[in-house]
Nanobody, 117 residues
Framework: QVRLVESGGGLVQAGGSLRLSCAAS????????MGWFRRAPGKEREFVAS????????YGTESMKGRFTVSRDIAANTVSLQMNNLTPEDTAVYYC??????????WGQGTQVTVSS
C-alpha cells in the first residue's frame, strides 16, 4: 500500500519560512514526479511545485518560483518544499502527491500552513 505522509506545516508570521516534507512508502518514485499542491479555503486545488523524472523543478506561478524551492531525496523517497517570504495568501492545506505515468495518482492527507499578517 502506497502512503505519502506530510510534515512541517504550522503557523508562521508573514515574511517567515516553513519547510514541508513528504515521506513515501510502499513503492519508490525514482522515475516519477513528486510534488505539492495546495487548497486555500473556498478555492480550487492549486499546483505548487514538482520535480522528478527527466524534468527540472516546475512551479505553479512566478511568485512561487521566486520564494519556494522543491527538492527530492531519491534514496530516502522523499520530497520537500522550502517556502520563504510567506504571505497570508499562502495559507492553505498543502498536499504531497506522486505520479504514475501522467497522472497524479497518490496523495497525502495534507498539512495545514497558516500565515498570519
Amino acid at each position: 500500500q502506497v502512503r505519502l505522509v506530510e510534515s512541517g506545516g504550522g503557523l508562521v508570521q508573514a515574511g517567515g519560512s516553513l519547510r514541508l516534507s513528504c515521506a513515501a512508502s510502499g513503492r519508490t518514485f525514482d522515475q516519477d514526479l513528486m510534488g505539492w499542491f495546495r487548497r486555500a479555503p473556498g478555492k480550487e486545488r492549486e499546483f505548487v511545485a514538482s520535480l522528478g523524472g527527466s524534468r527540472g523543478p516546475i512551479y505553479g506561478t512566478e511568485s512561487m518560483k521566486g520564494r519556494f524551492t522543491v527538492s527530492r531525496d531519491i534514496a530516502a523517497n522523499t520530497v520537500s518544499l522550502q517556502m520563504n517570504n510567506l504571505t497570508p495568501e499562502d495559507t492553505a492545506v498543502y498536499y504531497c502527491s506522486a505520479s504514475q505515468g501522467n497522472t497524479w495518482r497518490y496523495w497525502g492527507q495534507g498539512t495545514q500552513v497558516t500565515v498570519s499578517s
